[in-house]
C-alpha cells in the first residue's frame, strides 16, 4: 500500500474521490440534482438494464484537493457549476480489484454544494452518463442506488435547513 493515503486515525486508503449533492431552489422549493448512469452491474434500485441514480463523484487528480475534485466532478457529470457549502461526510468502501486481485478500501467524501449555473465542460469518463435530473426530496430518496446515499442525502438536507434559517 505504498501509495495510499494516510488519515488521522492510522487508517489507508488506497484511492480518495470525492462528490457534492447539489441543490437549487426555485419557487420556493428545493431541487436536488441526481444523475443517471449505465451501470455495469445491476444495484438496489437500478433496473434490469443497470441503471443507476447517484451523486456526481469521481477520483482526485494529481495534486488535486478534496474540494477542488468535488467541484470538478459536479461539473463534468452534472454539467453544472456549483459552489461548496458545507462538507457533509464521507463513506467507505472496500472494493475487489479485478485487475489486481485485491480488496481496495475507498473513501468518498461529498459536500452540500449550492447550483451557480449551466456549465459546457465535456464529460470523459469510463462510466456513461445518461441524463442529470433535478428532483424533491422524495423522489431522491426513491430512486439512488445506494443506502449510503440516502443517509448523505438526509444530512444535506438538514444541513440545508440550518443554513436557510439564518
Given at each position: 500500500?505504498?501509495?495510499?493515503?494516510?488519515?488521522?486515525?492510522?487508517?489507508?486508503?488506497?484511492?480518495?474521490?470525492?462528490?457534492?449533492?447539489?441543490?437549487?431552489?426555485?419557487?420556493?422549493?428545493?431541487?436536488?440534482?441526481?444523475?443517471?448512469?449505465?451501470?455495469?452491474?445491476?444495484?438496489?434500485?437500478?433496473?434490469?438494464?443497470?441503471?443507476?441514480?447517484?451523486?456526481p463523484?469521481?477520483?482526485?487528480?494529481?495534486?488535486?484537493?478534496?474540494?477542488?475534485?468535488?467541484?470538478?466532478?459536479?461539473?463534468?457529470?452534472?454539467?453544472?457549476?456549483s459552489?461548496?457549502?458545507?462538507?457533509?461526510?464521507?463513506?467507505?468502501?472496500?472494493?475487489?480489484?479485478?485487475?489486481?486481485?485485491?480488496?481496495?478500501?475507498?473513501?468518498?467524501?461529498?459536500?452540500?454544494?449550492?447550483?451557480?449555473?449551466?456549465?459546457?465542460?465535456?464529460?470523459?469518463?469510463?462510466?456513461?452518463?445518461?441524463?442529470?435530473?433535478?428532483?424533491?426530496h422524495?423522489?431522491?430518496?426513491?430512486?439512488?442506488?445506494?443506502?449510503?446515499?440516502?443517509?448523505?442525502?438526509?444530512?444535506?438536507?438538514?444541513?440545508?435547513?440550518?443554513?436557510?434559517?439564518?
Open positions: 500500500m505504498e501509495n495510499s493515503t494516510k488519515i488521522h486515525d492510522n487508517l489507508y486508503y488506497d484511492e480518495r474521490s470525492a462528490g457534492g449533492i447539489v441543490y437549487k431552489i426555485e419557487k420556493g422549493k428545493v431541487w436536488w440534482l441526481v444523475v443517471k448512469y449505465l451501470s455495469r452491474r445491476t444495484k438496489k434500485n437500478s433496473n434490469k438494464h443497470g441503471v443507476v441514480y447517484k451523486f463523484k469521481g477520483h482526485l487528480k494529481e495534486n488535486e484537493v478534496l474540494k477542488q475534485a468535488a467541484l470538478r466532478e459536479v461539473e463534468e457529470e452534472g454539467k453544472i457549476k459552489k461548496i457549502i458545507t462538507k457533509i461526510g464521507s463513506n467507505d468502501y472496500i472494493i475487489w480489484d479485478k485487475i489486481q486481485k485485491r480488496k481496495i478500501i475507498k473513501k468518498v467524501t461529498f459536500f452540500l454544494m449550492e447550483y451557480v449555473e449551466e456549465s459546457n465542460l465535456k464529460y470523459y469518463d469510463t462510466e456513461v452518463v445518461l441524463d442529470r435530473i433535478w428532483m424533491d422524495e423522489q431522491v430518496n426513491d430512486k439512488l442506488a445506494f443506502d449510503s446515499e440516502r443517509v448523505l442525502l438526509r444530512k444535506a438536507k438538514n444541513k440545508l435547513d440550518e443554513v436557510m434559517r439564518k
